[in-house]
């Protein structure tokens, strides 16, 4: 499995990198900016679900490029604008968009507010170009044997999974974070899931099996399985922000108490801690730092929790894998499994 997203990797990396749709924009610093995360490289893990989703029903890998393609440069228009509202100064060990536009406008000599304030509208519209070429790369897949039927189903999932579901599950990441913790219940917590990490990888896998000419039911369960590895995958992600190893998380350990995001993981401590853990995990949110004994104090707080989803984790990528079993044995259906191994045993 890793090996050939390696190989997908390289082939989306090539077709990003040379593609001509960013080459009009203008000024030059927001065509750079354009192009930049989508070439930062990464894991690619969207693209290759669209591939082994139609490969999985007999398509051809060919016809799947673009929008698979397109699947990748819509996830990064995404973490652009979470950049922005997230106020992270980084992306993938480089500056965020927003910040290096906001380097690039000190050309015209501007105080640091308004230089800041600019590379965040800039950035914006960046975030606005990449949309915009995500759909091209879908439109071009009719150069490359997807049919327009075809498209325009793919371009429907689009505005459904994506343009709807996706964005109003980040907005409700941004609402919870306005409200009081405590007032934020486990169902909405997961619909929130869902719709910000499920939905556009139900949209990947649905989308492969359109190109392959897959039956409404198996279109139906492919984005069904899509859905839940995808929460699966959240669900370790919150789970690695607390009882991870920084050294191979890559991000700061106690993140998400840092921002007061509501996790499942908080949502679920909260509700099985004693009042006086309650009291004092209350009291860790929000800090500036966290240190090895605030942590230490946190991880026993949240164990019991965090046993939950991890076990939540599992039964979400067990439930996942059933449904790839429905289908028949194939190299691409080996490779969805490993996958969704790979997503709830990863440590980074």
Same mark, same amino acid.
């Given at each position: 499995?890793?090996?050939?997203?390696?190989?997908?990797?390289?082939?989306?990396?090539?077709?990003?990198?040379?593609?001509?749709?960013?080459?009009?924009?203008?000024?030059?610093?927001?065509?750079?900016?354009?192009?930049?995360?989508?070439?930062?490289?990464?894991?690619?893990?969207?693209?290759?679900?669209?591939?082994?989703?139609?490969?999985?029903?007999?398509?051809?890998?060919?016809?799947?490029?673009?929008?698979?393609?397109?699947?990748?440069?819509?996830?990064?228009?995404?973490?652009?604008?979470?950049?922005?509202?997230?106020?992270?100064?980084?992306?993938?060990?480089?500056?965020?968009?927003?910040?290096?536009?906001?380097?690039?406008?000190?050309?015209?000599?501007?105080?640091?507010?308004?230089?800041?304030?600019?590379?965040?509208?800039?950035?914006?519209?960046? #975030? +606005? /170009?990449?949309?915009?070429? %995500? =759909?091209? @790369?879908?439109?071009? &897949?009719?150069?490359?044997?997807?049919?327009? $039927? *075809?498209?325009?189903?793919?371009?429907?999932?689009?505005?459904?999974?994506?343009?709807?579901?996706?964005?109003?599950?980040?907005?409700?990441?941004?609402?919870?974070?306005?409200?009081?913790?405590?007032?934020?219940?486990?169902?909405?917590?997961?619909?929130?899931?869902?719709?910000?990490?499920?939905?556009?990888?139900?949209?990947?896998?649905?989308?492969?099996?359109?190109?392959?000419?897959?039956?409404?039911?198996?279109?139906?369960?492919?984005?069904?399985?899509?859905?839940?590895?995808?929460?699966?995958?959240?669900?370790?992600?919150?789970?690695?922000?607390?009882?991870?190893?920084?050294?191979?998380?890559?991000?700061?350990?106690? #993140? +998400? /108490?840092?921002?007061?995001? %509501? =996790?499942? @993981?908080?949502?679920? &401590?909260?509700?099985?801690?004693?009042?006086? $853990? *309650?009291?004092?995990?209350?009291?860790?949110?929000?800090?500036?730092?966290?240190?090895?004994?605030?942590?230490?104090?946190?991880?026993?707080?949240?164990?019991?929790?965090?046993?939950?989803?991890?076990?939540?984790?599992?039964?979400?990528?067990?439930?996942?894998?059933?449904?790839?079993?429905?289908?028949?044995?194939?190299?691409?259906?080996?490779?969805?499994?490993?996958?969704?191994?790979?997503?709830?045993?990863?440590?980074?």
């Amino acid at each position: 499995m890793l090996n050939d997203l390696q190989n997908i990797a390289k082939d989306i990396d090539s077709l990003l990198l040379n593609d001509p749709f960013p080459e009009t924009v203008k000024p030059d610093y927001l065509r750079s900016a354009v192009r930049d995360y989508p070439v930062r490289g990464g894991k690619r893990l969207r693209p290759a679900l669209v591939i082994w989703c139609c490969e999985l029903l007999g398509g051809r890998r060919e016809e799947a490029l673009y929008p698979a393609a397109a699947a990748e440069v819509y996830h990064n228009w995404t973490l652009v604008h979470d950049d922005i509202i997230d106020q992270d100064v980084t992306r993938r060990g480089k500056p965020a968009c927003h910040i290096t536009l906001q380097e690039e406008l000190n050309r015209f000599q501007l105080s640091p507010t308004d230089a800041a304030r600019s590379g965040r509208d800039f950035a914006i519209l960046a #975030g +606005d /170009l990449q949309q915009g070429w %995500a =759909t091209d @790369l879908i439109l071009r &897949s009719a150069e490359h044997g997807v049919t327009a $039927e *075809k498209i325009l189903l793919i371009l429907r999932k689009l505005e459904q999974y994506a343009n709807v579901e996706l964005i109003s599950g980040e907005a409700l990441d941004v609402e919870f974070s306005l409200r009081n913790v405590e007032s934020v219940p486990e169902t909405e917590v997961r619909e929130m899931i869902y719709l910000k990490t499920g939905a556009l990888l139900r949209f990947c896998a649905e989308t492969g099996a359109v190109i392959a000419g897959g039956t409404s039911d198996e279109i139906d369960h492919l984005g069904r399985f899509a859905a839940a590895a995808g929460m699966a995958f959240q669900l370790r992600d919150d789970y690695l922000g607390i009882f991870g190893d920084f050294s191979s998380f890559g991000k700061a350990i106690g #993140g +998400d /108490l840092r921002e007061k995001k %509501a =996790t499942l @993981l908080l949502s679920k &401590s909260i509700a099985m801690a004693s009042e006086s $853990e *309650k009291n004092t995990l209350l009291s860790l949110l929000g800090k500036e730092e966290y240190s090895a004994e605030d942590l230490k104090i946190v991880r026993e707080i949240m164990q019991k929790a965090g046993d939950a989803v991890r076990q939540e984790a599992q039964n979400l990528a067990d439930e996942s894998k059933q449904i790839l079993m429905s289908f028949p044995d194939s190299p691409a259906r080996a490779r969805l499994l490993a996958l969704v191994d790979y997503l709830i045993d990863r440590q980074i």
